[in-house]
């Protein structure tokens, strides 16, 4: 994008994705264009912005998640989403909260260097395709040859052709890596045992692999691209923008509120999570393998259910942070009438284009998609409210005849109207046999 999308054409873009939640997508479409905003102030003030960083909180199922992951295409900033549960207390055996930043860094690592080959792309595919001639023919041809060669390449009739070349054989890709604990700024971020030994070593070792034509010259345009990419100017662009629009998305943060009513050694650790937090959300220096990362203006947006915890549970200190809160509403029957009729890729139009593949016609009538949404609002009112995730289940059922037998006729095409639904799904709900639904 897009940084310059303003607060209506972010919605906009959401709304193809997301029903309803109006009060979340304004809060986030406005922090979006903030981060915008900032970057045209006066230098003097610019420092003294930091981003309101916002709590959302509402049951399960209704968008949450699919906002955080809608905003991750929307924006060309680093953007990571983390699970609050998978981080434990430091001095306890897990992953500690520092390594949200050493992850985004990765990952902007990654976008800048994406975005920096395309610059030198037109070098880079001279030189990949030089190299991809010289291993099927050898360096040693003819030009004549070799030119013979290039034609065809350049006309993709080689493209199903094998070839062997040669790659730089990166070890760090696949063996571990560690933390050197005791070093300032926390665990010290994170250095690949593959760079040690390669440093060690003495250079970058290569591998012949055989691939096809195709994907030999995608893997010699990458590597030819690095080649010519300034690594120094990488990292320096990777950590401004993790610093300046970075937007880390914690998820499940409700399960790390202390529960007022106990507090035994796991509340404890909750507790302690909840404390390597705050730093990250008011504004510190995570030290990582490219350097100091300072995370006074990354947006850091929470989500939780909180069924069993209450907001107001979380550390004082923590919810000062996270100061704008956004209360998601359950979804209706007509939200998840909705659901199935509005988003650009809704399920029946997922399960319409899988069954298409086999010739089977798939229609889905007005009276058949209203059925679905009863029967899944009665199921969640009855059993447990799961939100919109209750349809996969209720359409994979609804379909479960169709899909198994989709591969012996010919052509087929059928109407999902609300007798169909009545036939494969009320007559479970009628009886109570709902366990066939609980995920």
Known sequence: ????????????????????QDNAKRAVAIALRNRWRRKHVPEDIKEEIVPHNILMVGPTGV??????????????SPFIKVEATKFTEVGYVGRDVDSIIRDLMDISINLVRENMRKEVTEKAT??????LIDAMVGESASEETKLKFYEKFRKGKMDGSEVEIKVADNPSMNLPTFDIPGMPGGQMGVLSIGDVLGKALGGQKTK?????????????????????????KVIRESIRLVENEGIVFIDEIDKIASRSASQGRGEVSREGVQRDLLPLLEGTVVTTKYGSVKTDHILFIASGAFHLAKPSDLLPELQGRLPIRVELNPLTEEDMVKILKDPAHSLPKQYTALLAVENVELEF???????????????????????????HTIMEKLLEGVSFSATETPYAKVTVNRDYVVDNLTSLTKTHDLSKFIL
């Open 208 to 232: 012949t692999v055989k691939l096809n034509v195709k994907d030999a010259f995608e893997a010699l345009l990458k590597e030819e691209s690095d080649k010519l990419l300034d690594e120094e």
């Open 63 to 76: 968008g949450k998640t699919e906002i955080a992951k809608r905003l991750a295409k929307l924006t060309s």
């Open 126 to 131: 001279i030189a990949a395709e030089v190299k």
């Open 365 to 391: 009538s007005e009276d058949g998609l209203r059925e679905i949404a009863k029967v899944a609002t009665e199921i969640n009112q009855e059993v447990e409210n799961i939100g919109a995730r209750r349809l």
């Open 1 to 20: 994008m897009h940084t310059f999308l303003t607060p209506k054409e972010i919605i906009a873009e959401l709304d193809r994705f997301v029903v309803g």
